[in-house]
């Protein structure tokens, strides 16, 4: 009796070590680039993905996403969204310093002096801006085999929980909302949904506290979801809809497509 205890506990230990490991941290750096500016940076943005492929290979991080933005609450103040993904909390705070940055580009592009992977740098630095940056923890998601490809759609919906109501709007999104994605979903009216919780910054004067992510394959199936309405609910799922909505201030939601990816 005493062993099969212990294999039990075990059991349980090795079944939290694995949620761990599956838990996903993200950065997302909002960017800002003069107009006169844009073409050069999107050769650049085409450039970094080779060196975070690079990343990806040495295992420093699980993904990196590069998106551009076709809406928002002020046009003005960012053009693309990049999303870096890991799947430690530390690796995330730590990130990729510009030195390891430096030294993945050289290994993908060996034909480049150390003089011109430098150069390359300053003036990538020069023509942007990153006037946020936030770091996030998956909280949960829904069960689907989307495919992150260029061209796929993603609104990046800014909540701020209402004064109080944190742990209420936690729980909103995990009962209430998470069956009705997963139901779009299977329904093909949707590809992937993620709720994520910030990690930084924090305290009551922050912009948002969570995020959702919402993805499409392309724009049919989005144009798709938004027409659909779901004429099945209960009056008690209503209200339970309408109760998780109260709890949350929908900040901005940002509409982007992805351009670059790395998986």
């Given at each position: ?7 039990l ?44 492929r690079?990343?990806?290979?040495d295992?420093?991080?699980?993904g ?6 076709q ?13 870096t ?7 995330m705070?730590?990130g990729l ?5 430096m ?5 993908a592009?060996?034909h480049?002096s ?8 300053e ?34 919906d ?19 909302f998470?069956?009705?994605?997963q139901?779009r ?56 809809v ?22």
């Open positions: 009796m005493k062993k099969l205890s212990m294999l506990l075990c059991g349980l230990l090795w079944t939290g070590v694995l949620n761990a490991q599956q838990t996903q941290y993200m950065v997302f750096e909002f960017i800002k680039v003069e107009k006169d500016q844009l073409f050069d940076y999107i050769e650049f943005k085409d450039l970094m993905e080779k060196v975070y690079q990343a990806l290979t295992k420093r991080i699980k990196w996403d590069f998106w551009s933005l809406n928002g609450g002020d046009e003005a103040d960012f053009q693309y969204i990049m999303v993904t890991y799947d430690d909390p530390v690796k705070m730590n310093d510009e030195e390891s940055l030294e993945y580009t050289k290994i592009y060996p480049l150390a003089g011109q992977v430098l150069t390359l740098f003036q990538s630095l020069a023509m942007r801006d990153m006037p946020m940056r936030l770091y996030m923890r998956e909280v949960v998601s829904t069960e689907d085999n989307f495919q992150f490809k260029p061209g796929a759609l993603a609104s990046f800014l909540m701020k929980a209402g004064e109080g109501k944190f742990d209420e709007y936690e729980q909103a999104e995990s009962d209430v998470r069956p009705i994605h139901k979903i299977e329904q093909g009216l949707m590809g992937h949904w993620s709720f994520l919780r910030t990690a930084l910054p924090q305290g009551s004067e922050a912009k948002s506290t969570h995020l959702t992510m919402n993805m499409y394959k392309d724009y049919v199936q989005f144009f798709n979801a938004q027409a659909y309405e779901d004429l099945s609910q209960t009056a008690a799922q209503r209200e339970a309408n109760e998780g909505l109260n709890s949350r201030d929908q900040k901005w939601v940002y509409l982007a497509t992805l351009e670059n990816v790395v998986r």
